[in-house]
């Protein structure tokens, strides 16, 4: 642990420039340039109301504003789980050229996905005022929320990139769990209002992501307080996986190189 | 004399074993043995601080996998590196590049993945660029770059910015012929700092005569052979050309 922080210190200059880098890059060809950060997401928004409100009429109140923060708390996690899987093999250059602890490429690619989730996360926040939506003070624990989905994502992502080395077809598994994960999470239903009895509260227990979105929404678009103790079992739950990945990629990072 | 050792290998093993990529089918239904491939097999040597160590072998004798292990690329499985805490950097061309940035943001992305932090690489910036000498191409993407222009900047950038220990793998011959002449000078002095220790993996005699002060010949993993250039590259010419 004490390596990790000494590393952290290191590099992670490093990491930020890097992150910014690639923000950069993605965006250097392209004729509308950020602006693409801004729309995607308005437009996934956009795809899945029309959906849900015309085609299976669905009855959450202030739905677009519902659906959003959902869909900016699933984008985050989904990306870092995504990403992190093939985060080794797609650094090959870099991993056989140079030692860098392997946590950092993380950490980097984290704070890309960080930074479209920030953006994505303004225009939830701009969509609540255009609605009209209630608020209230609970609205300040997004603060606490936000990075519990950090650390939750990051300790999971940890751990997948070990596995992704050494598994090729890792990906493929990740992806189909992932979309399971996806409509299990009630990214356009509630959770709370369709599902009844065990099945609710094993989904919200067990599924960090539903937890989290169900926490999101709770403090924003229905102004109610948290559920405290979900969120301290669910931090303690992530930095205990944070622990447990950095610890597996300290042991093994250097042998990554003979794989890949 | 006081004589500092800068690099330390003791009984250096290491091998390339069941760590090959796998799929979850293979592993659940393919329960067969994997070949073990023993890259380097129990070599050891020390260097001088200030000198250079020439390594030399046939193809696929280890010497690249040795000297990423002693770049901290790879962890040995047996035996011990010691470097006595000197900065290490194995010189390899154009590391962590994003192709479609500019060159100059590119000097800082792969010198700050060297270990160097931003304050040091901006004081060497200006040297960098006089160096790499690709006018104003280096406000531009990389991905513009010819092929001759990105080592050009690569080798200024890992030129430059010099560690205790360097690690060359194959000397490296870039550029038109004037910037190759250019490079060679560099790196001969480079390589001549009292206080630089250099490894260096070439095919060419002749450049490891001219450069080494000691000579280590490798073949299929094992310590062939460890001493003067002169002996030693007139024992292996010989045995290659038989």
Known sequence: ?????????????????????????????????????????????????????????????????????????????????????????????????????????????????????????????????????????????????????????????????????????????????????????????????????????????????????????????????????????????????????????NKNENSYAKVI | MNKNIAVKVENLHIVYKALEKTSIKKSLFKLTKKDVVEAVNGISFEIEEGKILGIIGKNGSGKSTMLRAIAGIFSPDKGAINLYNNSVSLLSIGVGFNKKLTGYENIYLSGMLLGFSEDEIKKKEKEIIDFADIGDFIFKPVKTYSSGMYSKLAFAITAILETDIMLIDEVLSVGDAQFKKKSYEKMKELISNDKRTVIIVSHNTSTLMELCDEVLWMHNGKQKMLGKPKEVLAKYEEFMSK
Request: proline share 3%; with cysteine; aromatic share 20%.
């Open chain 1, 1 to 249: 642990m004490k390596k990790f922080f000494f590393n952290l210190k290191k590099y992670y200059k490093y990491a930020i420039r890097s992150a910014k880098a690639e923000l950069k890059s993605e965006i250097s060809g392209s004729y509308l340039n950020w602006l693409w950060w801004v729309i995607e997401p308005l437009c996934f928004m956009l795809i899945y109301t029309f959906v849900f409100t015309v085609v299976f009429t669905a009855k959450e109140q202030y739905f677009p504003v519902f659906v959003f923060f959902g869909l900016t708390c699933w984008e985050f996690f989904n990306r870092m789980i995504k990403g992190s899987v093939t985060l080794i093999s797609s650094n090959r250059d870099l991993v056989s050229k140079v030692y860098i602890p392997k946590y950092i490429l993380l950490l980097s690619k984290s704070f890309t996905y960080f930074f479209k989730f920030l953006i994505s996360f303004a225009l939830a926040f701009i969509l609540l005022l255009f609605f009209k939506v209630p608020l209230s003070l609970n609205i300040l624990y997004v603060f606490i929320i936000i990075p519990l989905l950090y650390v939750v994502s990051f300790g999971i992502g940890l751990i997948l990139m070990h596995f992704g080395v050494y598994l090729d077809d890792l990906k493929n598994l990740t992806n189909i769990v992932l979309r399971a994960v996806f409509y299990l999470s009630g990214v356009f239903y509630n959770i709370n209002l369709r599902l009844k009895g065990a099945l609710k509260y094993f989904l919200l227990r067990v599924n960090p992501i539903a937890f989290i979105m169900s926490e999101m929404r709770k403090v924003t678009v229905y102004a109610k307080m948290p559920s405290f103790e979900g969120i301290l079992v669910w931090f303690a739950i992530g930095i205990i996986l944070c622990i447990i990945g950095i610890h597996i990629i």
